[in-house]
């Protein structure tokens, strides 16, 4: 925790490269190592005395923990990049940058291809084809899960706890924060994953939360309403429980998208 602490709130005082990126994927080590302590420890941080970058920079880094610990991001790296030969196509991240007479200069087309997925995937060859390349998603566990519960409820909780608080909502500064508040918790509800117990209260209690600032005036925590409207639906595994959900939030028009569904 103390660690936890200390990388949290340091500051880059001899204008080191890349400080930024380095303190994030610190931070990020430190909560998938000890996600239960550092976890709590982080969002508890969150809403005390720090600045906007303080808060958004715990939010980043429990977004990305449970990236990580959902086995997501094994499954992102599994995938693999068919490349085919050909002249006339390039393959990869790309920029064209135009000169005189509308050419091209070919060392301004950048091209980046990952190669290095050996370790994480199986060559299958057939009689005939070419050879299939299978992931082995047995291996890759949902370690999240099981934690997802404790982060999200502790982010509703301080949440609902200060919501009225000046000093963390007021302002454009606290727009900016609860528009990202909104948007770590649909990722840590879709993280969790459809066959984690409890996802389907999870989902209703997001619903409910986000639902309410639809029609915000700043547009920037309307999106991330929407978002989290849309997180939520999808991991709602009973239809009729959607129907309840709009009842009780009277959702009237996803009432009617309900029953768009229902007849199609």
């Known amino acids: 925790m103390d660690l936890m602490v200390e990388v949290l709130h340091m500051e ?14 610190c931070l990020i080590a430190l909560v998938t190592n ?40 094994q499954l ?5 990049e068919t490349i085919e030969a050909s002249p006339n196509k390039v393959h990869g991240k790309r920029r064209l940058v135009g000169v005189e007479g509308n050419q091209l200069k070919d060392e301004e087309l950048e091209i980046t291809v990952k190669t290095n997925v050996s370790n994480a995937l199986e060559e299958r060859t057939r009689r005939w084809g070419r050879g299939r390349v299978a992931v082995n998603t047995r291996a890759i566990v949902n370690k ?8 999200f409820y502790g982010l509703l909780g ?17 727009a900016t924060f609860l528009a990202q508040l909104l948007l770590a918790m649909s990722n ?16 209703k ?10 029609h915000a005036e700043v547009a920037e925590v309307r999106i991330a309403s929407l978002c989290g409207v849309a997180s939520s639906l999808a991991c709602l595994r009973d239809c009729n429980s959607l129907w309840k959900l709009a009842q009780e939030e009277g959702a009237d028009s996803l ?9 199609a």
Request: aromatic residues 10%; contains cysteine.
């Open 34 to 73: 000890e996600p239960h302590k550092v976890g709590s420890g982080l969002i508890a941080e969150a809403f005390g005395s720090c600045s906007l970058m303080t808060r958004l920079q715990v939010l980043g880094t429990l977004c990305e923990g449970a990236y990580d610990l959902s086995g997501q991001k």
């Open 76 to 80: 992102e790296y599994a995938k693999p």
């Open 12 to 25: 880059n005082k001899f204008d080191m490269s890349q400080f930024a990126e380095m303190k994030i994927k």
């Open 144 to 151: 999240f899960s099981n934690l997802a519960p404790i982060w």
């Open 205 to 214: 209690d997001l619903f409910r939360l986000v639902w309410g600032f639809r």
């Open 188 to 203: 840590i509800l879709e993280f969790a994953g459809v066959a984690s117990a409890g996802i389907d209260v999870m989902a």
């Open 158 to 174: 301080n949440f609902v706890e200060r919501r009225e608080d000046p000093s963390l909502w007021g302002g454009s500064v606290g």
């Open 255 to 263: 009432q009617r998208g309900l029953l768009e569904i229902e007849s």
